[in-house]
């Protein structure tokens, strides 16, 4: 459901056409915004309107669309005892600003949803794979990743077996 309360004005006020989208879902307000504006947008965020924990920062994958992922940041104000969502939506190969400097949490989320689903996050200190070994090949939370081939050279070669799927 479309959303125009105080919070919104004021980033609609500050941003203008950068906020895209404003919405309200479960009384928690979401706010699309232009990929090239999180960096500025997120800073804001933290100092002004005091979201001062991310909670989470994950991404989606919407293969038909022409942006294909979405990446959001889920955040919560101590001081208001409120969330907030951002999204933005980034295409294949699009590189997302780092927010690890504005939210130090973000650090391993961004190496998460790197190793997850390829999204490179523009000035992260170290992107690099978390969760994966690094000379794993493709990204296995993309929709069009096979599970069922996931990477049997990488298998046999180091565990020495035959996939088990």
Do not use: C
């Not at 100092?47 to 924990?53: A, G, H, R, S, V």
């Not at 889920?74 to 208001?80: K, R, V």
């Not at 504005?102 to 200190?125: C, K, L, Q, S």
Request: glycine share 4%; charged share 30%.
């Amino acid at each position: 459901m479309p959303l125009d309360n105080a919070l919104v004005q004021r980033y609609r006020a500050r941003f203008g056409e950068a906020v895209r989208e404003a919405a309200e879902d479960r009384k928690q307000a979401i706010l699309l915004i232009d990929r090239e504006r999180l960096e500025e947008i997120a800073r804001y965020t933290r100092d002004e309107e005091k979201f001062n924990l991310l909670s989470d920062l994950t991404a989606v994958d919407w293969p038909k669309r022409e942006k294909r992922f979405d990446i959001v940041l889920n955040l919560y104000s101590f001081a208001h005892n409120s969330r907030l969502r951002l999204k933005v939506h980034a295409g294949e190969g699009e590189s997302v600003a780092s927010v690890s400097a504005i939210w130090p949490t973000a650090n391993w989320m961004e190496r998460e949803v790197y190793d997850m689903f390829g999204i490179t996050f523009a000035g992260h200190p170290d992107l690099k794979r978390i969760l994966l070994p690094d000379e794993w090949q493709g990204f296995p939370l993309r929709k069009d990743y096979d599970i069922l081939q996931q990477d049997q050279a990488w298998v046999k070669e180091n565990l020495g077996i035959e996939s088990g799927q």
